[in-house]
């Protein structure tokens, strides 16, 4: 049912942009995982360049963390190298591409239910009130990171993590010479003498 309805959201999205869905037409065929986790998509490339659902195997995943989604509602082309890719790279490559030129035509969807003057002037006062390309959430979401990293730490910054990986490997690395250790004395002590 979720799978469903957004593969039908991405289909809606596509059909406002026709030059997208031409762009996917030659992987018609070609079966797409999308993991954004708690959700899972999977889809197959139809003749037209839409998406039907699917539970084939895919011949691409795209594993998008949660943490990247600001970057990406921003179409920060940098973000696409944070996404994990398994199978066809090329497919899952220009898949990402089409992805991230999706844009909602709010304005479009909102004159179909109150009128195109009265969308309008809600598009207008969103923009003011948001501003252009949605630069409030990155805002946002660049507060909420440095809050959570230096004020109320619920995130930890990228060098902490990478000391606590090392001081885990240097841990293991000490523990294995130790038992290393422990067996030659053990054999040395407990080994039957002639």
């Known amino acids: 049912m979720l799978n469903r309805l957004s593969v039908a959201t991405l289909n809606h999205l596509l059909a406002q942009q ?5 762009r996917l037409q030659p992987m018609t065929g070609k079966v797409a995982r999308l993991l954004l986790p708690p959700h899972d998509i999977r889809f197959v490339i139809d003749s037209n360049g839409l998406l039907s659902a699917s539970e084939q195997e895919a011949n691409a995943t795209l594993s998008i963390p949660l943490s990247l989604v600001p970057r990406l509602l921003m179409h920060d082309q940098a973000a696409l190298n944070d996404i994990h890719i398994s199978g066809e790279s ?4 220009e898949l990402g591409r089409v ?3 999706l844009r909602w035509d709010a304005t479009e969807d909102l004159s179909r239910l109150v009128g195109d003057i009265t969308a309008n002037r809600l598009s207008q006062l969103g923009q003011s009130l948001f501003g252009s390309r949605g630069q ?3 805002n946002l979401s660049e507060n909420l990171v440095e809050h959570w990293t230096e004020e109320q730490p619920l995130i930890a910054h990228k060098a902490q993590i990478q000391q606590f990986i090392n001081d885990v490997d240097t841990l293991r690395d000490d523990a294995e010479r130790l038992e290393k250790r422990l067996a030659r004395l053990q054999h040395l002590f407990c080994s039957p003498k002639t």
Do not use: D, N, S, T
């Open 90 to 93: 090329e497919f899952a490559a």
């Open 136 to 138: 409030w959430l990155k």
């Open 18 to 22: 026709p030059v997208l869905p031409r």
């Open 99 to 101: 992805l991230m030129q």
